[in-house]
Protein backbone atom coordinates (compact mmCIF):
# COMPACT_ATOMS: atom_id res chain seq x y z
CA UNK A 1 0.00 0.00 0.00
CA UNK A 2 1.39 3.60 -0.62
CA UNK A 3 1.48 5.43 2.51
CA UNK A 4 2.88 9.42 3.04
CA UNK A 5 4.65 10.36 6.28
CA UNK A 6 4.72 13.99 6.78
CA UNK A 7 6.52 13.62 10.34
CA UNK A 8 6.03 17.44 11.86
CA UNK A 9 2.84 19.00 12.78
CA UNK A 10 4.19 22.44 12.78
CA UNK A 11 7.01 24.38 11.47
CA UNK A 12 7.59 27.29 13.19
CA UNK A 13 10.51 29.64 11.29
CA UNK A 14 12.14 33.39 11.61
CA UNK A 15 11.03 35.19 8.62
CA UNK A 16 14.02 35.11 6.09
CA UNK A 17 15.05 31.87 7.87
CA UNK A 18 15.65 28.40 5.56
CA UNK A 19 12.45 26.66 5.24
CA UNK A 20 12.37 22.58 4.73
CA UNK A 21 9.42 21.03 4.80
CA UNK A 22 9.57 16.75 5.19
CA UNK A 23 7.59 14.29 3.69
CA UNK A 24 8.31 10.41 2.70
CA UNK A 25 7.12 7.66 1.14
CA UNK A 26 6.44 4.21 0.78
CA UNK A 27 5.15 3.02 -2.65
CA UNK A 28 7.38 0.06 -4.36
CA UNK A 29 6.71 1.32 -8.00
CA UNK A 30 8.19 4.85 -9.33
CA UNK A 31 5.56 7.11 -7.94
CA UNK A 32 4.23 11.04 -8.63
CA UNK A 33 5.02 13.40 -5.67
CA UNK A 34 2.80 16.68 -5.33
CA UNK A 35 2.71 19.35 -2.53
CA UNK A 36 -0.10 20.87 -2.41
CA UNK A 37 -0.58 24.20 -0.29
CA UNK A 38 -3.76 25.96 1.66
CA UNK A 39 -3.63 29.56 2.83
CA UNK A 40 -5.55 30.79 5.55
CA UNK A 41 -9.50 31.18 4.13
CA UNK A 42 -8.38 29.68 0.59
CA UNK A 43 -8.98 26.41 -0.64
CA UNK A 44 -6.13 23.92 -1.37
CA UNK A 45 -4.29 24.34 -4.29
CA UNK A 46 -1.03 22.54 -6.26
CA UNK A 47 1.73 23.92 -5.70
CA UNK A 48 4.37 21.85 -7.42
CA UNK A 49 4.57 18.36 -9.31
CA UNK A 50 8.11 17.00 -9.23
CA UNK A 51 8.21 15.97 -13.08
CA UNK A 52 7.54 19.29 -13.69
CA UNK A 53 11.34 20.22 -12.14
CA UNK A 54 9.92 23.98 -11.46
CA UNK A 55 9.69 26.41 -8.99
CA UNK A 56 7.37 27.91 -7.40
CA UNK A 57 7.18 31.10 -4.97
CA UNK A 58 10.65 30.50 -4.54
CA UNK A 59 9.71 26.60 -2.98
CA UNK A 60 11.48 23.86 -4.55
CA UNK A 61 11.18 19.52 -4.00
CA UNK A 62 13.74 16.63 -5.73
CA UNK A 63 12.75 13.83 -5.38
CA UNK A 64 15.25 11.06 -3.93
CA UNK A 65 14.05 7.68 -4.26
CA UNK A 66 16.83 6.26 -2.34
CA UNK A 67 15.13 7.71 0.51
CA UNK A 68 12.40 7.89 -0.40
CA UNK A 69 11.58 11.71 -0.06
CA UNK A 70 10.35 14.99 -1.66
CA UNK A 71 11.39 17.04 0.74
CA UNK A 72 9.88 20.88 0.19
CA UNK A 73 12.25 23.95 0.57
CA UNK A 74 12.67 27.18 0.32
CA UNK A 75 15.97 29.19 1.23
CA UNK A 76 14.23 32.14 2.52
CA UNK A 77 11.06 31.90 4.08
CA UNK A 78 8.15 34.92 3.83
CA UNK A 79 5.66 35.60 6.02
CA UNK A 80 2.89 34.95 3.12
CA UNK A 81 4.29 31.15 3.16
CA UNK A 82 2.39 30.91 6.47
CA UNK A 83 0.23 27.87 4.94
CA UNK A 84 -1.18 24.27 5.52
CA UNK A 85 1.41 21.92 3.33
CA UNK A 86 0.15 18.61 1.98
CA UNK A 87 2.27 15.73 0.34
CA UNK A 88 0.66 13.79 -1.95
CA UNK A 89 1.71 10.41 -3.94
CA UNK A 90 -0.27 9.30 -6.92
CA UNK A 91 0.69 5.50 -7.93
CA UNK A 92 0.54 3.66 -11.26
CA UNK A 93 -2.49 3.62 -13.36
CA UNK A 94 -5.29 2.65 -11.14
CA UNK A 95 -3.85 4.08 -7.84
CA UNK A 96 -5.39 7.05 -6.16
CA UNK A 97 -3.94 10.31 -5.06
CA UNK A 98 -2.80 9.62 -1.05
CA UNK A 99 -1.96 12.70 0.88
CA UNK A 100 0.12 12.84 4.16
CA UNK A 101 -1.35 14.53 7.42
CA UNK A 102 -0.06 18.11 6.95
CA UNK A 103 2.49 20.45 7.76
CA UNK A 104 1.52 23.89 9.63
CA UNK A 105 4.40 26.17 8.41
CA UNK A 106 4.08 29.81 10.71
CA UNK A 107 6.74 32.12 9.83
CA UNK A 108 7.06 35.03 12.05
CA UNK A 109 8.33 38.33 11.50
CA UNK B 1 -9.93 29.65 -14.52
CA UNK B 2 -10.72 26.47 -13.05
CA UNK B 3 -14.10 26.89 -10.80
CA UNK B 4 -15.03 24.10 -7.99
CA UNK B 5 -18.05 25.20 -6.91
CA UNK B 6 -19.89 23.74 -3.37
CA UNK B 7 -22.83 24.20 -2.38
CA UNK B 8 -22.77 25.88 1.14
CA UNK B 9 -19.75 27.09 3.30
CA UNK B 10 -21.12 25.97 6.29
CA UNK B 11 -23.64 23.65 7.31
CA UNK B 12 -25.12 22.42 10.31
CA UNK B 13 -27.35 19.75 10.88
CA UNK B 14 -28.95 17.20 13.44
CA UNK B 15 -28.25 13.69 14.20
CA UNK B 16 -30.05 11.36 11.93
CA UNK B 17 -30.73 13.81 9.57
CA UNK B 18 -30.11 13.19 5.84
CA UNK B 19 -27.63 15.82 4.44
CA UNK B 20 -27.08 16.64 0.68
CA UNK B 21 -23.58 18.28 -0.55
CA UNK B 22 -23.39 19.45 -4.29
CA UNK B 23 -19.77 20.11 -6.26
CA UNK B 24 -20.32 21.29 -9.90
CA UNK B 25 -17.25 21.99 -11.85
CA UNK B 26 -16.97 24.17 -14.71
CA UNK B 27 -13.59 22.62 -16.82
CA UNK B 28 -15.52 19.62 -17.74
CA UNK B 29 -13.23 17.12 -16.23
CA UNK B 30 -13.89 13.58 -15.97
CA UNK B 31 -12.70 12.96 -12.24
CA UNK B 32 -14.29 14.49 -9.28
CA UNK B 33 -13.64 13.23 -6.07
CA UNK B 34 -14.54 13.83 -2.25
CA UNK B 35 -12.47 14.28 0.75
CA UNK B 36 -12.51 15.03 4.05
CA UNK B 37 -10.26 16.97 5.64
CA UNK B 38 -9.67 16.44 9.54
CA UNK B 39 -6.63 18.15 11.89
CA UNK B 40 -3.94 15.36 11.73
CA UNK B 41 -5.40 12.98 9.78
CA UNK B 42 -4.80 15.02 6.53
CA UNK B 43 -7.25 14.53 4.03
CA UNK B 44 -9.11 11.02 3.33
CA UNK B 45 -10.79 10.11 -0.11
CA UNK B 46 -14.37 9.46 0.80
CA UNK B 47 -15.38 8.72 -3.03
CA UNK B 48 -14.55 9.12 -6.40
CA UNK B 49 -15.98 9.15 -9.83
CA UNK B 50 -14.06 8.85 -13.25
CA UNK B 51 -17.52 9.28 -15.52
CA UNK B 52 -20.98 9.75 -15.15
CA UNK B 53 -22.82 7.47 -13.26
CA UNK B 54 -19.93 6.08 -12.07
CA UNK B 55 -18.76 5.80 -8.72
CA UNK B 56 -16.14 4.26 -6.88
CA UNK B 57 -15.79 3.59 -3.36
CA UNK B 58 -12.10 5.56 -1.38
CA UNK B 59 -10.40 4.89 1.95
CA UNK B 60 -13.98 5.95 3.93
CA UNK B 61 -17.18 5.36 2.24
CA UNK B 62 -19.09 4.21 5.39
CA UNK B 63 -21.91 6.18 6.20
CA UNK B 64 -21.61 8.01 2.58
CA UNK B 65 -23.07 7.52 -1.14
CA UNK B 66 -22.75 9.92 -3.97
CA UNK B 67 -24.20 10.51 -7.08
CA UNK B 68 -23.14 11.54 -10.23
CA UNK B 69 -25.97 11.92 -12.80
CA UNK B 70 -24.16 14.86 -15.23
CA UNK B 71 -20.64 15.34 -15.84
CA UNK B 72 -20.31 18.54 -14.14
CA UNK B 73 -22.05 17.64 -10.79
CA UNK B 74 -21.13 15.24 -8.23
CA UNK B 75 -23.06 14.80 -5.17
CA UNK B 76 -21.86 13.38 -1.48
CA UNK B 77 -25.09 11.79 0.63
CA UNK B 78 -25.11 11.48 4.32
CA UNK B 79 -28.38 8.69 4.63
CA UNK B 80 -28.06 9.55 8.54
CA UNK B 81 -25.58 12.19 10.21
CA UNK B 82 -23.91 11.36 13.20
CA UNK B 83 -21.58 13.52 14.87
CA UNK B 84 -18.44 11.54 14.13
CA UNK B 85 -19.26 13.58 10.18
CA UNK B 86 -18.80 16.64 11.63
CA UNK B 87 -15.78 17.81 9.63
CA UNK B 88 -14.81 19.79 6.65
CA UNK B 89 -15.58 17.95 3.07
CA UNK B 90 -13.86 19.01 -0.06
CA UNK B 91 -14.64 18.77 -3.24
CA UNK B 92 -12.14 18.03 -6.39
CA UNK B 93 -12.09 17.43 -9.79
CA UNK B 94 -9.33 16.50 -12.78
CA UNK B 95 -8.87 15.36 -15.82
CA UNK B 96 -8.31 11.53 -16.59
CA UNK B 97 -5.21 11.16 -17.16
CA UNK B 98 -3.93 13.82 -14.84
CA UNK B 99 -5.18 12.70 -11.13
CA UNK B 100 -2.40 14.01 -9.29
CA UNK B 101 -3.40 17.21 -10.25
CA UNK B 102 -6.90 18.06 -8.98
CA UNK B 103 -8.72 21.40 -8.37
CA UNK B 104 -10.32 21.75 -4.96
CA UNK B 105 -13.89 23.53 -4.31
CA UNK B 106 -13.51 25.89 -0.98
CA UNK B 107 -15.06 23.14 1.40
CA UNK B 108 -17.78 22.78 3.69
CA UNK B 109 -17.70 22.81 7.21
CA UNK B 110 -20.34 20.52 8.14
CA UNK B 111 -21.65 20.18 12.02
CA UNK B 112 -23.44 17.50 12.92
CA UNK B 113 -25.61 18.23 16.31
Known amino acids: AQRVTQPEKLLSVFKGAPVELKCNYS??????LFWYVQYSRQRLQLLLR??SRESIKGFTADLNKGETSFHLKKPFAQEEDSAMYYC???????????FGTGTRLAVRP | DVKVTQSSRYLVKRTGEKVFLECVQD?????MFWYRQDPGLGLRLIYF???????EKGDIPEGYSVSREKKERFSLILESASTNQTSMYLC????????????FGPGTRLTVL
Open chain 2, 27 to 31: MDHEN
Open chain 1, 27 to 32: YSGSPE
Open chain 1, 88 to 98: ALKGSSGDKLT
Open chain 2, 92 to 103: ASSFRQREGTQY
Open chain 2, 49 to 55: SYDVKMK
Open chain 1, 50 to 51: HI
